[in-house]
């Protein structure tokens, strides 16, 4: 027999999608989360037209087109000459060859549109401020599965025999904000930059809606407590510095003026299952965090949340979880592939480094744009 309702857990961006998309295939649910309240950590998120498209299925892409910036073009620049390597075309070009848009905005603003929507949907209901230590809290009514939408830190994956392990990736975000009047021309305006060095590459959009640019820093770093934000140390200040040695001068300045810096240490998980073969099922990061060479760690919660549904809408539980995990995990594997040639290609140093400015030199937008029709053209499950 097919689900009918479904219990939640965590209100972030996987399980409000979740919420949403069950919705849509007729199916309740009771969301769960710990927070009293909530307010989202980060800054900056870019969402692709592999997860846009599914935004747009569940109702809310009209509004957040309003307020995001779709960029012109995503940018590969040298962090030490910042001259451009290559761009891969956007804005007009990705709603043309991908059929959705490409957008940049705040993390909080995708939270908030989610969030507004759940709210309104009579077969969602949000609980807040309900503590997860142990087994799931009170239910308002039995439900057919549980839904692990909680996170890196996941405490719903002990119900999952073999599931996947949190670890340190060896890698630092440092993270901030400038404002728009504040940043230097080198900051392009109207698109997605990635400045890439020997040892690290610095990330840079603009926040249409808060008049400011978006900042990451990512390198390699020691491993540290688990936070998902702080200030960080002298030393790892110093750290950073030692990263971007050999960088353009702009750069470095710009980074040592920033006072509100945050540390960002990234953790990602191992493999492992992502159900427990009867009614128990991760979504997002709590089945396959990953790091953010790919920029697609919203956008796989997001397909994750939507396919998941599609599944349930028409099957008996145990069925359709089995299916969507045999389903999803080669997409999974091919992005952690992709994310790890990345960090390869956007941290190489000297031979390597040459080569890589060369290749890139000589391909051509078009060339660029379908290495990545694999990503932004997947069109996920479409309601039946």
């Known amino acids: 027999m097919p689900a009918e309702h479904a219990t939640i857990i965590g209100a972030g961006i996987s399980g409000l999608a979740a919420a949403l998309s069950l919705s849509r295939r007729g199916i309740s649910s009771e969301i769960f989360e710990q927070a009293g309240e909530l307010t989202e950590v980060g800054a900056g998120l870019q969402l692709s037209p592999n997860a846009s498209r599914i935004l747009d299925e569940l109702g809310i892409l009209d509004g957040l087109s309003k307020v995001w910036l779709e960029p012109d073009t995503i940018r590969l620049i040298s962090g030490s000459s910042l001259r451009q390597l290559a761009a ?31 709210e309104a949907d009579p077969l969602c209901r949000l609980h807040l401020g309900v503590q997860i230590e142990a087994g799931l809290p009170p239910l308002e009514r039995a439900a057919d599965l549980v839904i692990g939408a909680d996170g890196v830190w996941s405490k719903l994956r002990q119900s999952v025999p073999g599931s996947p392990s949190p670890r340190f990736s060896g890698n630092i975000a440092y993270r901030f904000t400038i404002a728009e009047a504040e940043a230097p021309a080198f900051l392009d305006r109207t698109s997605v930059s990635a400045f890439l060095g020997g040892s690290a590459h610095l990330v ?66 191992t493999a492992g299952a992502w159900h427990d073969g009867r009614r128990t099922v991760l979504i997002g990061d709590a089945a396959h965090a990953m790091m953010p060479f790919a920029a697609q760690g919203a956008a796989m919660a997001i397909e994750d949340a939507y396919e998941l549904a599609g599944f349930l809408s028409n099957r008996p539980v145990a069925e359709a979880l089995a299916l969507f995990e045999k389903h999803r995990t080669p997409r999974i594997a091919r992005l952690r592939q992709r994310g790890a040639f990345n960090q390869f290609a956007y941290h190489a140093k000297g031979p390597i480094r040459i080569g890589r400015d060369l290749v890139l030199g000589l391909k051509p937008p078009q060339s660029l744009a379908a290495d990545l029709d694999w990503i932004y053209g997947y069109k996920a499950a479409r309601l039946p």
Do not use: D
């Open 88 to 118: 891969v075309p956007a804005g007009k070009f990705a709603r043309e060859r991908w059929g959705a848009p490409y957008g940049v905005l705040h993390r909080t603003t995708l939270q908030k549109a989610l969030l507004a929507a759940v």
């Open 204 to 269: 840079s959009y603009p926040l249409k809606e808060t008049g400011s640019f978006n900042m990451v820093a990512i390198t390699a770093g020691n491993l540290a407590p688990q936070t998902w934000q702080s200030e960080p140390t002298a030393e790892q200040r110093a750290q950073l510095r030692k990263r971007l040695s050999g960088w353009n001068a702009a750069i470095l300045s710009l980074v040592e003026r920033q006072r509100n810096l945050t540390f960002w240490p990234l953790f990602e998980t």
